[in-house]
């Protein structure tokens, strides 16, 4: 099983900076597709961004340019770098772990809300 730690979410104004963490406690970190996902209050859930154990990555249209997904192996440890905010980037981000040898062991992090100002 893997425990998700999440930590950076913060008030900021528009065109701030976060820098988001997700710190995976389990093990076999490598095997795991990694994903950062955002809701707000009435919208649908959706894909920010994803990356593979190989450094490959992924993002929602409304985020490419401005967002950066890492993921350091060493540390068990994927962030999210996000610049240029914009108040509909406010939203709760949760982190995501999918085994790929196992796609049914899916986990959640808690949730770490973003809230941008105008």
């Known amino acids: 099983q893997v425990e998700l730690a999440e930590s950076g979410g913060d008030l900021v104004q528009s065109g701030g900076s976060l820098r988001l963490s997700c710190a995976a406690l389990g093990y076999d970190f490598s095997v795991y597709y990694m994903t950062w996902h955002r809701q707000a209050p009435g919208k649908q859930r959706e894909l920010v961004a994803g990356i593979t154990a190989g450094g490959s990555t992924t993002y929602a249209d409304s985020v490419k340019g401005r967002f950066t997904i890492s993921r350091d192996n060493l540390k068990n440890t994927i962030y999210l770098q996000m610049n240029s905010l914009k108040p509909d980037d406010t939203a709760v981000y949760h982190c995501?772990?999918?085994?790929?040898?196992?796609?049914?062991?899916?986990?959640w992090g808690q949730g770490t809300q973003v809230t941008v100002s105008s």
């Open positions: 995501n772990a999918v085994n790929l040898r196992d796609p049914l062991k899916e986990y």
